[in-house]
Structures are given as C-alpha cells and as structure tokens.
C-alpha cells in the first residue's frame, strides 16, 4: 500500500521561510515527485515537480522562491519556500508517479500572514 507523508506546513509571517517534507513507502522507481497547491476557492495548481531525469519546473508564482528537490534513497520530496506571500496560503499536497499510478498525500497547511 503506497502512502505519502507531508510535514512542515504552519503559519508565518510574510517573508518568512519554511520546508514542506514529503516521505513516500510502498512505492519503487518513483518517476515524478512534485508539490501542487489549492487555496480556498480555487482550483489546485502545479507548484514544482521534479523527475528521474532531472529536469526540474516551477509555476511562474513561485519561480526565484521556491525550491524543490528530492532524495531518491528516502523516497522523500521538499519544497524550501522563501519569501512567503500571503497569496501562497494555500493547502500544499504532495504528489508522486511511477509506473502503476498516481499518488497524493493527505495535504498540509500553510498560511501566511501579512
């Protein structure tokens, strides 16, 4: 049973910085990591997503704050967030593919506040 694991969401101040954390188990050859968003309201959004071939992409939102990376031994995805906005209030959900399929984690919380 695949199950993904998100941790570090919160709340901060404008400006402010923090490391979502994504750990995956009961999954192999993990082809794409990424993070998306959904903030009250609206539709959920790519945030950034990285695959095994190393090719990296990030929402023009979030582009020159945002990093992503991964640690293929841990099976583990991070977003470090950087000059938080309140427009980046969102609820951030971890996502991985591989070749069975399509996995999501539960969600995590970040606000930002002015």
């Known amino acids: 049973q695949v199950q993904l694991v998100e941790s570090g969401g919160g709340l901060v101040q404008a400006g402010g910085s923090l490391r979502l954390s994504c750990a995956a188990s009961?999954?192999?050859?993990?082809?794409?990591m990424a993070w998306n968003r959904q903030a009250p309201g609206k539709q959920r959004e790519l945030v950034a997503d990285?695959?095994?071939?190393?090719?990296?992409s990030y929402s023009n939102s979030v582009k020159g704050r945002f990093t992503i990376s991964r640690d293929n031994a841990k099976n583990t995805v991070y977003l470090q967030m950087n000059s938080l906005k309140p427009e980046d209030t969102a609820v951030y959900f971890c996502n991985m593919k591989d070749a069975q399929g399509d996995y999501w984690g539960q969600g995590t919380q970040v606000i930002v506040s002015s």
């Open positions: 009961g999954i192999r050859s993990i082809n794409v």
């Open positions: 990285t695959w095994s071939s190393g090719r990296i």
